[in-house]
């Protein structure tokens, strides 16, 4: 074998060896694996979702920082994966002045939610709108028994 | 349109309750110099009472909810005893609804106290000559000043990280969404004024 071709041979075998690489430069990678996402749902009394309300989020080992921000969708739902810290993480949720905040305890094994308040049926409210005219009643006739009545404490 | 827990920095939340509490200190040593102080309880009671369920009446305004105030006609129908009144009210309403905050209530209370007391001096200022025109005026500016102060509370409040933009437009959203309220108001003062003149104009407020 000639010395030209041995050379042209040798060029063949580098070009070969090298193509790999350089096809990796413009090849995508992709790799997944399973994690645990906290999904949100943020929604006024009414029942009306928080449509793309702003969402801020604590992490436990800084709670001054924030760790992540987002826009809330359409349903006012939000994901977010937080990092392996375990520790009480703190998410806002917030539009024009209302919002939320809310604590989620995420232990070693699962994260524990706490939501931040449950809602009351209207039977409650009435209730407790019912307690308070009662007591306002109450007020109202004690104020008006003792005028014109001496002051008995003088 | 109460700020709740959890949002406003802490320094503001004890603003408030400084701001609130001179407020409190304030009217209720005017209270304390009227003529007979015991003689509008019974009235400071029953509307503490309705501005308390008042927050329970939600007018859907698309895209959101409404609640009425009714601080111009707390203002109005009281005077100086509104400011009691609506503190005794935002706490209960805080307490037992979930709406505002205990850290929040000063600054709730700097929310609808002064537009209260607005609405009183209007009131008291050129209610006997024009009526209809000043309940209007007290009923829908008491509405109108309040909602500037939330606004002007609220953009004071707001942390560095949140998009100032996006929390803008919404809350002019918010303000286009309370229209309907401003006017709703000033109509609820006009009624209470008329037909109390009709029917017991012993009991017209009149400073």
Redesign the interface.
């Known amino acids: 074998m000639s010395l030209r071709c041995r050379s042209a041979l040798l060029l063949c075998l580098a070009l070969v060896v090298s193509a790999p690489q350089m096809a990796l430069a413009h090849a995508a990678i992709m790799e997944a694996e399973v994690a645990q996402a906290i999904r949100l749902h943020a929604f006024?009394?009414?029942g009306?979702p928080m449509?793309?309300a702003?969402v801020?989020i604590y992490a436990p080992d800084d709670p001054a920082q924030?760790w992540g921000?987002g826009?809330a969708d359409m349903d006012g739902r939000y994901e977010f994966i937080p990092d392996a810290i375990a520790g009480r993480w703190s998410v806002?949720v917030?539009?024009?002045?209302?919002?939320?905040?809310a604590h989620l305890e995420i232990g070693a094994n699962a994260p524990v939610i706490t939501v931040s308040?449950t809602p009351?049926t209207w039977a409650q409210?009435a209730l407790?709108?019912a307690l308070?005219?009662w007591?306002?009643?109450g007020?109202?006739?004690y104020?008006?028994s003792?005028?014109g009545k001496p002051d008995a404490s003088a | 349109m109460h700020l709740p827990d959890g949002l406003m920095p802490v320094e503001m939340a004890l603003a408030g309750y400084a701001g609130s509490g001179l407020l409190a200190a304030i009217s209720l040593s005017r209270i304390k110099h009227l003529p007979d102080p015991s003689a509008l309880v019974p009235r400071a009671a029953m509307l503490t009472t309705v501005f308390f369920a008042a927050s329970l009446v939600a007018i859907p305004v698309p895209p959101t909810t409404v609640h009425l105030m009714l601080a111009g006609l707390l203002g109005v129908m009281l005077g100086w005893f509104a400011i009691p009144a609506i503190l005794v009210g935002l706490f209960l309403q805080a307490v037992l609804f979930g709406h505002g905050g205990l850290t929040t209530l000063g600054l709730n209370g700097l929310i609808l106290g002064p537009p209260a007391l607005l609405a009183f001096w209007l009131w008291r200022a050129a209610g006997r000559r024009w009526p209809d025109v000043v309940a209007v005026c007290a009923g829908s500016g008491a509405v109108v000043v309040a909602l500037f102060i939330f606004a002007a509370l609220v953009l004071a409040g707001m942390p560095v990280a949140l998009d100032a933009r996006a929390e803008q437009t919404a809350l002019w959203a918010f303000m286009l969404a309370h229209v309907p309220l401003v006017l709703a108001e000033g109509l609820i003062v006009l009624v209470v004024l008329r037909v109390l003149r009709r029917t017991a104009p012993q009991l017209l407020p009149h400073g």
């Not at chain 1, 024009?96 to 905040?101: E, N, Q």
Request: no cysteine; net charge positive; glycine share 8%.
């Open positions: 006024y009394e009414t009306e449509s793309q702003q801020i924030v921000q826009i806002q917030r539009q024009a002045g209302h919002g939320v905040m308040s009351d409210r407790m709108v308070v005219a007591g306002a009643l007020t109202a006739l104020a008006r003792r005028k």
